[in-house]
């Protein structure tokens, strides 16, 4: 599966930004995806997860009541609504896709390419 990560930008901290993921290629709708974020200098981190179905989601820690994932599977689409956006959430974001349900990034098999969200103070 083919992965396209869009809708970064500047935006001031406390707004919001809807990040899109567009899957092509093999069956989208049996993969559990995710969205990580790496900030410079620093290591790419678990964001977001959402199951084949969107069952079931998972987040990270800091993005519980900020972020929401979500898909649709006929559109082959997954998204990531952040709000509340701090300078901390500046990073490229990336999309992935994995066979297992699981906040690990080992486990995902494909990568889209990074959207850049800024947060300005």
């Known amino acids: 599966v083919q992965l396209q990560a869009s809708g970064g930008g500047l935006v001031q901290a406390g707004g919001s930004l809807r990040l899109s993921c567009a899957a092509s290629?093999?069956?989208?709708?049996?993969?559990?995806m995710g969205w990580f974020r790496q900030a410079p200098g620093k290591e790419r981190e678990f964001v977001a997860a959402i199951s084949w179905n969107g069952g079931s989601t998972y987040y990270a820690d800091s993005m519980k009541g900020r972020f929401t994932i979500s898909r649709d599977n006929a559109k082959k689409e997954v998204y990531l609504q952040m709000n509340s956006l701090k300078p901390e959430d500046t990073a490229a974001y990336y999309c992935?896709?994995?066979?297992?349900?699981?906040?690990?990034?080992?486990?995902?098999?494909?990568w889209g390419q990074g959207t850049q969200v800024t947060v300005s103070s």
């Open positions: 992935a896709a994995s066979y297992l349900s699981t906040p690990r990034q080992n486990n995902y098999d494909y």
């Open positions: 290629g093999r069956t989208f709708s049996i993969f559990n």
